[in-house]
């Protein structure tokens, strides 16, 4: 693969929109986590609140989600 595009400190749009396809073709999944942020695990109290879970916690989805 190609190396990513190189940002100069000019022209960030023009850099910035072919970083975004850069990291698209090299990895979707990828560009999904950084628009929308890491998976976090979570877990219901008993009081109905959603926490995230404790690393301890985690069982083997959470780490293939991770």
Do not use: V
């Amino acid at each position: 693969m190609k190396q990513p595009p190189y940002f100069n400190g000019q022209h960030y749009n023009w850099w910035k929109n072919r970083m975004e396809n850069y990291i698209q073709a090299a990895d979707y999944q990828l560009w999904m986590i950084i628009e929308n942020g890491p998976y976090i695990p979570m877990k219901i109290t008993e009081d109905g609140k959603t926490i995230p879970k404790k690393p301890y916690e985690f069982n083997s989805d959470d780490y293939r989600k991770i």
